[in-house]
Antibody, heavy 126, light 106 residues
Framework: QVQLQESGPGLVKPSQTLSLTCTVSGGSIRSGDYFWSWIRQPPGEGLEWIGYIYYTGTAYSNPSLNSRVTISLDTSNNQFSLKLSSVTAADTAVYYC??????????????????WGQGTLVTVSS | EIVLTQSPATLSLSPGERATLSCRAS??????LAWFQQKPGQAPRLLIY???NRATGIPARFSGSGSGTDFTLTISSLEPEDFAVYYCQQRSNWVTFGQGTKVEIK
């Protein structure tokens, strides 16, 4: 059974960079069957996709956040990471790391977000 | 960006009743649509993927249908543990989520 666990600071100051790491156990992030993803949820609100990364290191991010997002892989530790720069109070949210399971022989569309971390609350405040 | 609109925002029903939740896309997403259930303080749980396929371990009372722009999640007979918020999500063009439907006890 795959498990994902987020880690990182729970408090970040405005204008600084939010940094989170997701540790994956029970499966390798070097598989071509998955994208490794970040999704967030502001308190009391809905879900927002931040971005994901493939085992090749190719990353994609939400166009609305694109210039502020960096997603990277650490295959030696079976981890992937998120950096979100220039944060404001609007970036306060629970951040989830999630596995996207590709389907129908392709990772270009579709698939399913099938395994989620428990989530970590990051608050942006001075 | 593909916008997903869920209706109703809130559904008030009693245990044993049938729940019908709607998700409409601003343009066709083919059948690249999933449904999630979320309870307070928990991560979302995948229920349905590719519009109509139940995820592993999901009870048969949950079913999904639709293609193109109109989709439905049906819970045939509500159990006490089904009262939660439900989200639809597409990955036809990037990834977007609907705003959620809360299923509450009447």
């Amino acid at each position: 059974q795959v498990q994902l666990q987020e880690s990182g600071p729970g408090l970040v100051k405005p204008s600084q960079t939010l940094s989170l790491t997701c540790t994956v156990s029970g499966g390798s992030i070097r598989s071509g069957d998955y994208f490794w993803s970040w999704i967030r949820q502001p308190p009391g609100e809905g879900l927002e996709w931040i971005g994901y990364i493939y085992y090749t290191g190719t990353a994609y991010s939400n166009p609305s956040l694109n210039s502020r997002v960096t997603i990277s892989l650490d295959t030696s530790n079976n981890q992937f990471s998120l950096k979100l720069s220039s944060v404001t109070a609007a970036d306060t949210a629970v951040y989830y790391c999630v596995r996207l399971h590709c389907s129908r022989g392709s990772c270009s569309r579709g698939g399913s977000f099938d395994f989620w971390g428990q989530g970590t609350l990051v608050t942006v405040s001075s | 960006e593909i916008v997903l609109t869920q209706s109703p925002a809130t559904l008030s029903l009693s245990p044993g009743e049938r729940a019908t939740l709607s998700c409409r896309a601003s343009q066709s997403v083919s059948d690249y649509l999933a449904w999630f259930q979320q309870k307070p303080g928990q991560a979302p749980r995948l229920l349905i993927y590719d519009a109509s396929n139940r995820a592993t371990g999901i009870p048969a009372r949950f079913s999904g249908s639709g293609s193109g722009t109109d989709f439905t999640l049906t819970i045939s007979s509500l159990e006490p543990e089904d009262f939660a918020v439900y989200y639809c999500q597409q990955r036809s063009n990037w990834v977007t989520f609907g705003q959620g439907t809360k299923v509450e006890i009447k």
